[in-house]
């Protein structure tokens, strides 16, 4: 487990952002919806399985007349960020979890499944290389928000901030994989012992 917290940024945005975290994606050290709230000035996290509950927060959150609420997930219905992104400032509404969560509790939550989408298609494949992603086009939770609020905000440079305790958390994990992977004899010894016989 590698720690990012010297890395995290502070951004600020005219578009609240919740972030609707399946309870198995709390605690995860490699998590990016953790990451996300944390550097999203008033960000909101609410952990729910969403199976057909109503909770009331979520109410609340999703309820701002004067910042309507958008889900941020693909479907054929949904509106393409880059091309018609919503007027004024909204609720995005990110949903924390794997895939095969991910799914079922936008589906069966009707609060969730009611809002109006909003998605985009990734120029590149995620950069998150410590995670298997079901799909080629799929995205970390902190990468989508990162691409769909330098849209919203119309500042993608300055969205792109996000993405820096993202990098750190790969590079580290990664270095701390290879060092546990290294040979345990230096490579001349082992050269060495094989010549001696």
């Not at 057909?52 to 960020?81: K, Y």
């Not at 998150?128 to 902190?142: A, K, V």
């Not at 989508?144 to 305790?165: F, I, S, W």
Request: aromatic fraction near 6%; charged fraction near 25%; hydrophobic fraction near 45%.
């Amino acid at each position: 487990m590698v720690c990012w917290c010297d890395r995290l940024v502070r951004v600020e945005t005219r578009t609240r952002v919740v972030i609707v975290q399946h309870p198995s994606e709390r605690r995860k050290a490699i998590g990016t919806g953790r990451m996300a709230a944390a550097c999203l000035v008033g960000a909101e996290t609410v952990v729910t399985k969403g199976f057909g509950e109503r909770d009331p927060r979520l109410v609340r959150l999703l309820s701002d007349p004067d910042r309507p609420a958008w889900l941020l997930f693909p479907g054929t219905a949904a509106a393409d960020a880059d091309q018609a992104p919503p007027a004024g400032p909204i609720t995005l509404v990110a949903v924390d979890a794997t895939w095969s969560h991910a799914v079922p509790m936008v589906h069966r939550n009707p609060l969730l499944a009611a809002l109006p989408r909003i998605a985009f298609r990734p120029d590149a494949p995620s950069g998150y290389r410590i995670r298997r992603q079901p799909r080629g086009e799929c995205m970390s939770t902190i990468e989508a928000l990162a691409h769909v609020l330098g849209v919203l905000e119309g500042d993608p440079a300055g969205m792109a901030r996000l993405l820096e305790p993202f990098r750190a958390l790969i590079d580290r994990q990664i270095a701390l994989r290879d060092r546990r992977y290294e040979p345990r004899y230096p490579v001349r010894k082992l050269a060495r012992r094989a010549a001696r016989g």
